[in-house]
């Protein structure tokens, strides 16, 4: 089973779009963070570093309080490991969950895990800080484009919800697979903001106008000076996108 996006009022709600890595080294420093933020209604992403610091009990804390959670665990491994991971998360409540896409038996096992919960998964394809060189160094000699597609039609033929890839790859993601496949999108800096170890990266309209139905963004927010003020100037960028964008 898929999920299929349903939207309220003539356009998207840019705050329900807006995926905020809350990458910390402590459950107690990323609290502080959103706590001063003031907790808006954006979804709210716990990665790896967050997750071995002992982070799943905020993401059970943030369930209980009515926020949406991203768990970007990028799970790989055994089909019964993974069946049985995303068993457990999905009992913790969080809304979106990620598998790597990189073999059918892995997502079919994700797909099990998750069956008869709300759980939405997303097949990573290609990470955003891999150039050309690092793929070939890895022995792909496809481009990050054709592997994207090719991880992307595992997941959707598997019944994932979508996928993470860079914008770079949103376009023909979107052509191909539809507009209820979400694409969600990290490596996603605003004008001016520096790349860091990102590769491929765009500004948050021009995310959203290749194909992005979610976007991810966190040191640009995590690191300002005025986080609050960061936010709000990424979803008005994001809701002035998506009101000329087709629902």
Not at 235 to 245: C, I, T
Request: aromatic share 6%; net charge negative.
């Amino acid at each position: 089973m898929r999920f299929k996006l349903v939207e309220t009022g003539a356009t998207i709600n840019a705050e329900t779009r807006l995926i905020l890595a809350i990458d910390f080294a402590s459950p107690k420093a990323a609290s502080e963070f959103i706590m001063r933020i003031g907790a808006p209604p954006i979804v709210y992403k716990i990665g790896l570093e967050l997750i071995y610091a002992g982070g799943l009990p905020l993401v059970a804390e943030l369930v209980s309080a009515g926020r949406e959670v991203f768990l970007d665990a990028k799970l790989l491994d055994i089909g019964h490991t993974v069946e049985r991971a995303c068993a457990s998360v999905a009992a913790i409540g969080a809304t979106f969950l990620t598998v790597h896409a990189s073999d059918i038996k892995t997502l079919w096992a994700a797909v099990r895990g998750r069956e008869g919960s709300n759980l939405k998964l997303l097949g990573v394809t290609v990470l955003t800080n891999l150039s050309a060189d690092d793929l070939a160094q890895q022995g792909h000699l496809a481009t990050a484009e054709e592997l994207a597609l090719q991880r992307a039609q595992l997941a959707f033929d598997a019944g994932f919800d979508g996928v993470i890839s860079s914008p770079w790859e949103a376009a023909a993601l979107k052509q191909r697979f539809g507009r209820d496949f979400l694409i969600v999108t990290p490596g996603i800096r605003p004008t001016g903001a520096d790349t860091g170890d990102q590769s491929r990266v765009m500004t948050p309209s021009e995310a959203l106008c290749a194909g992005a139905d979610y976007l991810v963004i966190g040191r640009p927010i995590t690191q300002s000076p005025d986080p609050a003020r960061a936010i709000q100037s990424v979803l008005d960028e994001m809701q002035a996108a998506f009101a000329v964008k087709p629902i």
